[in-house]
């Protein structure tokens, strides 16, 4: 989905290059996905990985794997519409945690991913050390009990001693939850499954050595091309 996105040379991105005449073939993109929940809004986002090359052939290597970013934001109280952004809470998993989310689901089984306030992490501001003061936390996803096949995502500030901090004083945001409906969890799956070998960055390295291995044969090809006329004659 994404690769597609990314990716093409028409469609959608081929458009916009040759409305707006942009000098490069090159666009950033916002690969996301929304759900409003009753609360709050619940959003996917893609951080791609990153690369660097090694030895004396400068070889591309994943530097750093990407992580699909889950981001809360709650809605605003009063009569006022919108979001609170500045409320906003989000954990990022890494592609086996989103491997695991997609193996335990289908049995009926619930996920809990746990993340160290105090230890590098990634959330909504890049990658950042919590420091004394940051909220441990909890994303749960569970098969909802009704049998609709919807699925919740809940994720839950808590204390050192594990507990869940349930008010919103001294700057602790509220646990937060969505209830994603079946037709949206399906859309989240198709995301999460095509992103996998995106995510860990084996998708990129393989076209990368595709394209390798086929400019070393045109270059063989050319190299190895006789003259038309000295050509053997096929009987």
Known sequence: MYGNLL????GTIGCLLRKRAFSTSFVRANPE???YGETCLLSFKA???SFKGVGQSNKLVVNKPGRMLLEFVPRLHGNNSGF????????????EELGL????????LSVRLFRDGASRSYNSGGY???????LDKILTISPSSTGSGSVLFGLTPIDEHGRSIEDNQHGVPPPMEVEVQAGEYEIVKSICNSSLTSLNG????????????????REDESTNMQPF???????
């Open 229 to 235: 006329d000295n050509r053997p004659i096929m009987k």
């Open 84 to 95: 609170s952004y500045n409320d906003r809470q989000a954990i990022a998993l890494s592609p």
């Open 33 to 35: 996905y929304r759900i």
């Open 47 to 49: 951080l791609l990985p």
């Open 128 to 134: 950042s050390s919590g420091g004394p003061g940051s």
């Open 101 to 108: 989310v997609l193996s335990q689901i289908p049995k009926n």
């Open 202 to 217: 084996f998708d990129a390295l393989l076209k990368c050595e595709m394209d390798y291995a086929l400019q070393q044969a």
């Open 7 to 10: 990716g093409s040379r028409g």
